[in-house]
């Protein structure tokens, strides 16, 4: 039976919802990727603006209810992930094995090692575009079962083939698709593939636990999580990325006595902003141009001013709350831009420094950022210099549409 992406009940095991429950995941990426026809890993290939394996890695990353992350990974293969996963943390690395089913066994022996855990998640690299909404589903359908996994019905008229000739038609209507992650409780998992060790051809996880007799439910899956195996997989993927922008405008008070940041950087002025938090206004257009590329709502939904931890906060944090919300839809940045008016200060000398901030905050080459500033001739609140005006605009690339 197909669940559908809205949590199920489902009951062969009795449990009560333990939200308590310690989730670990393992990805596993210790293959070769030969059938891919790549001079590199398939799993280290860039698709979507970031290595194949970096996709699935930040969504695990970013989930609360993931407390640890494994990433198996081939003999010499380090220091592909170290480039592979730049600027992450918080992720232990497991050497794999000859086969995918080894590969798992050293992840679930490295998790037993440490202490092991409630449930786990199994996820195959080749499989970038996992969404937090997949995570959550299996995290529910776990609560109640042994294990979890997402299949999609089969479209296709499915034959055997008979030397050649047409052998028998396969009822499609009971056949399904089978993705990962697959979910499981952990030690019932450790203990199947301990005992099935012997047995190599297992080509996931979920034959192995069933061979030992325990149920997996079936919920729904997700076509953008299919596998990268083949070489049009990545040359037909590598021109389905949906791009989109956002823009962001913000406007504070000049004032006596006060610090003037813009960009994250102080600026040497003798007025400064005025505002609940630092009065960033640079940074406040490009938060709200940022949460723009999907749909986001503006910076005041989520910082509400008359919420006094925000008092003078510093609004690199904003920004950083926006990229997160970004990287959690699975998109990536690919450049901004923001124009400054205003009469004074000059911002030029500063320029530079501003960039480099912004492109550290948003993980993105400085050459990806670009800033600017205008006067307004004299006219205008800006003109007469009772205030600074702010314009961003920001463009993200997603594979597939926003869901
Ligand atoms: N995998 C692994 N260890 C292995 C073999 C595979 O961790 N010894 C991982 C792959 O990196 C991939 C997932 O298992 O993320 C699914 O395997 P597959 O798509 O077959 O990847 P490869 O084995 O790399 O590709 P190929 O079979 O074409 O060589
Ligand atoms: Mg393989």
Known sequence: MLIKRNPIKRSPMNNEHKSSD?????????????????????????IAGKPLVRHSVEQFLLHERIAKLWIVIGPDQGHLLSSALEGLQDFEIVDGGDTRQQSVLNGLLSIEKSGGCDQVLIHDAARPFLDHAMIDL?????????????????????????????????????????????????????????????????????????????????VEGDEKLRKYTVPDDFTEQMNMTVTRTGMGFDVHQLGLGKELWLGGVQIDHEKGLIGHSDADVLLHALTDALLGTVGGGDI???????????????????????????????????????????????????????????AGLLNIPPSHVSVKATTTEGLGFTGRREGIAAQAIATISMAGELK
């Open 22 to 46: 310690i989730i670990h995941a393992v990805v596993v990426a210790a293959g070769k990727g030969e059938r891919s026809g790549l001079a590199l890993p398939k799993q280290f290939q860039s």
């Open 300 to 358: 005041g939904d989520h910082f509400p001013p008359s919420d006094p931890q925000w008092k003078n906060a510093s609004s690199d944090k904003f920004v950083k709350f926006a990229v997160e919300f970004i990287s959690r839809k699975g998109a990536s940045i690919n450049n901004v831009d923001m124009t400054l008016m205003c009469e004074a200060p000059k911002i030029k000398p500063y320029r530079e420094a501003i960039c480099r901030n912004i």
């Open 138 to 218: 299996l995290c529910i359908t776990l609560q109640t079962s042994e294990g979890a996994i997402p299949v999609l019905p089969v479209v296709d008229t499915i034959i055997e083939d008979d030397e050649n000739l047409l052998g028998a038609t396969l009822n499609r209507d009971l056949l399904r698709r089978v993705q990962t992650p697959q979910a499981f409780q952990f030690d019932m998992l450790l203990a199947a593939h301990k005992m099935r060790r012997q047995n190599t051809n297992a080509t996931d996880d979920a034959q192995l636990f069933q061979a030992v007799g325990h149920q997996v439910a079936l």
